[in-house]
């Protein structure tokens, strides 16, 4: 799709559009207030600063539309909208040992118990040990750390998403 296609959506097909790049609510909203945009680097920067301004739980609200890494059943049923970007980005999870599997799943039950909400990592080209490594490097950071760190994981993830939407 193009930019220009883009910004003649229909509003209801450019929040559904937006919406499979960045699950929060504020920031499908003031993005689609930011239409018609004149080029994709108006169109990243915008996603960026308006991502930056959202709170906590606009944050949490889009890590809530993510399966946890390594959940391939979750991928096929919960994220149905997103399953083939998110199959794309956790490519590398498929080919994992039984092992790393394993430690991803324990080590995703302890970050959900104590930070509230899944691990997010921006997967894309990263095998599944380093996706294990950094979960197990963000695990004793403090709720405040790790937020932040965690909004900042979606931006890329989000980029991304824009630019694979903008990808004819």
């Not at 301004?53 to 944050?59: F, Q």
Request: with cysteine.
């Amino acid at each position: 799709m193009t930019v220009a296609a883009l910004n003649s959506l229909p509003l209801q097909e450019l929040q559904e559009a937006l919406r499979r790049c960045c699950g929060a609510t504020a920031w499908v909203a003031g993005m689609c207030a930011r239409f018609p945009v004149k080029d994709a680097e108006t169109l990243f920067s915008a996603a960026s600063a308006i991502w930056r301004n959202c709170t906590e739980a606009d944050w949490k609200e889009a890590f809530a539309h993510h399966p946890q890494i390594g959940d391939l059943s979750a991928l096929r049923e919960k994220f149905a909208a997103t399953a083939q970007w998110a199959a794309g980005e956790q490519s590398a999870v498929q080919q994992a040992d039984e092992a790393t599997l394993q430690a991803l799943a324990a080590g995703n039950r302890q970050y959900l118990e104590k930070f509230g909400y899944i691990f997010i990592v921006c997967a894309t080209g990263k095998p599944a040990a380093d996706m294990l490594q950094q979960l197990q490097e963000r695990l004793p950071h403090t709720p405040q750390q790790e937020i932040r760190i965690a909004m900042q994981e979606q931006e890329k993830i989000t980029k991304l998403r824009l630019e694979k939407l903008l990808t004819p």
